[in-house]
Structure formats: C-alpha cells, structure tokens
C-alpha cells in the first residue's frame, strides 16, 4: 500500500478545485461562442430610423439620417455614453414590427399608445405638435367629410383616433405624409390628417403649394424615444442624458429644423374671414335688391299720380 505524504495530500487537494474553476471557465467560454448575437445585442443599441418622418427622422436625397430626433440624440451622447448602431431607415410599420420581433432596441419621434406600450416604454415627451386637417379649400373641420375621402397616416397614432372618432369619413390609409398630400393636391382625396410641422416641412422640401392648413383636429403628437420594455437600462441612460441638455439648446434645435409646435393663426383667420365675406356678399345682394324693389315700386306709384 502506498501512503501520501501530507505534503502530497494537499497538493492533490489543490489540484481539483483548480481542475473544476478551469472546467467553469471553458464552459464559459464556450457559451459566449455559442452566442455571440445576444451578447453583442445587450451591449449595443440598435436604433432604427424612420425613413419619411421629417422634420423629425427621415432620409435625405443623399441617404443621410437627418432631423430633428437624430440632432437630439447626437446633442444626448455628448453628455452621456449611449452605444448606439443606426440600422438602415425603414417605414414606421416595419421598424414597429422589427422590434417586435427583437431586432430593434431603440426608436424615436415615437407617440405613446395602448398596443404600443404593450412591448415598448417611451421617455417623457420632447416635442408636441397637433394634427390639423390639410386641404385645397378651408374646411370648417372633420365634421364637414362625412362620406368624403380623407388621406391619414397608416399605422401612426392618429389613424386610431380619427376612426374611433369619426367612422362616418371614408379614411384613406397612405404609407407617408408626403403621399398623402400628393393624392389631396390631385384630387384623388378631399383632405388629408397630418401633424402642422410635418405638413410644413414637406412642402417646403418638395415645392408643394395649393393647400390650407387648417384648424387642429383635437389629437396632439407628443412625440417621445421609446425602447424595448425588456431591455430598461436603455430608458433610465435616455432620461438622465434627456435632463442634462439645456432648454435654451433644445429652443435652438426647434428653430433649426423650423417646428411649428401650434397651428398658424392665420388658418383659423382665414377661414373665419371667408365666412364673413360670404355673409357680406349675401346682405349686399339682398340690399341692392331691396333698393332696386324701392325704386321701382316709387316709379310706378309716380306714373299711377
């Protein structure tokens, strides 16, 4: 029988928990190989763009990312380390269903909904403008569409609204903005629902006149950054960068990117004064008729005398 030295034992005694703290480390390794992809994905952001939401996010004529949105968060990294990754600019239904599916953390210019909310968290709002109604002529507002067809959004936020609210339009979904206005300017529909900077933006970026922007619709875009509700370490780093940008700075980026946060006084005027000017005309008709009534039942009292 061979016996161990003491000094032996406890060599062999140190040789087996050494033999286990390597085996953990190789198995380590090896899951960390077999998966690269949720690694890489907790460590970086992947922000998805839409591709026709100016002035907000959209892709320019030379395929850059631009607006507003994206000159916030480049103004946020300066004062936090966000680790974002831009995937290619997409309509707004695609990103949403990508971040349904998982290949999307980070969206933006974002308006909180019930069925959006149930897979994404959204930061406090950065910007709000109201949706107005677009057409060639001023209209006095929704109610007077009964029947007509009306231009709106498809998936954003205020399609929802404008159905629930008025089902008796015959709602018209268009994939962008700046499609909706063409098919209004055509003739093809008789308005259309779109956010007042949206609307002001597009015409100035592809010399569109001929239409009045009018009154607002009573649905405001409080427009937010949301991300995936699993993943809540992206919100509390957005917040805090959020907070630490001066609100002087912000005012600046607004006036940048000219977003008109309120519809234009003169829509309402406009369509007010076209009013009175058709209640004028009327009275004017039926006193130059009255006078002409006057004169010549004088003329034929005078001829009776």
């Not at 008025?166 to 003739?187: A, F, I, K, N, T």
């Not at 004028?280 to 008729?289: I, R």
């Amino acid at each position: 029988m061979i016996r161990l030295q003491p000094g032996a034992a406890r060599l062999q005694g140190d040789v087996v928990p050494f033999k286990l703290k390597l085996m953990v480390l190789l198995a380590g390794l090896m899951l960390a190989l077999l998966l690269p992809g949720r690694s890489q994905a907790q460590t970086v952001w992947r922000f998805a763009p839409e591709i026709d939401y100016g002035p907000f996010v959209y892709q320019d004529r030379q395929g850059r990312v631009r607006g507003l949105s994206v000159d916030l968060l480049d103004e946020m990294r300066r004062h936090a380390d966000l680790p974002l990754q831009m995937l290619p600019p997409r309509p707004l239904a695609e990103q949403l269903a990508a971040v349904r599916r998982g290949e999307v953390d980070l969206l933006s210019s974002l308006r909180p909904t019930p069925e959006r909310a149930q897979y994404l968290s959204f930061s406090r709002p950065y910007v709000r403008v109201p949706a107005v109604l677009v057409a060639r002529t001023a209209l006095s507002g929704l109610q007077a569409l009964e029947g007509r067809a009306v231009a709106v959004g498809r998936g954003y936020a205020v399609e929802a609204h404008v159905r629930q609210h008025h089902p008796g339009v015959r709602w018209q979904p268009v994939d962008s903005d700046l499609e909706g206005l063409r098919r209004m300017l055509r003739g093809e529909v008789d308005a259309l629902v779109v956010d007042v900077a949206s609307v002001h933006f597009i015409a100035r970026e592809h010399g569109l006149s001929g239409f009045v922007v009018g009154e607002p619709i009573g649905f405001e875009y409080a427009l937010s950054f949301a991300w995936r509700r699993d993943r809540p370490e992206i919100g509390e780093a957005l917040e805090e960068a959020l907070r630490r940008i001066p609100a002087d700075r912000r005012q600046a980026l607004l006036a940048h990117w000219s977003v008109q946060t309120h519809a234009p006084a003169r829509a309402g005027l406009r369509l007010w004064t076209e009013r009175l000017g058709a209640v004028l005309l009327l009275l004017a008709v039926g006193l130059a008729g009255w006078i002409g009534w006057r004169r010549r039942s004088r003329s034929r009292a005078a001829g009776e005398a």
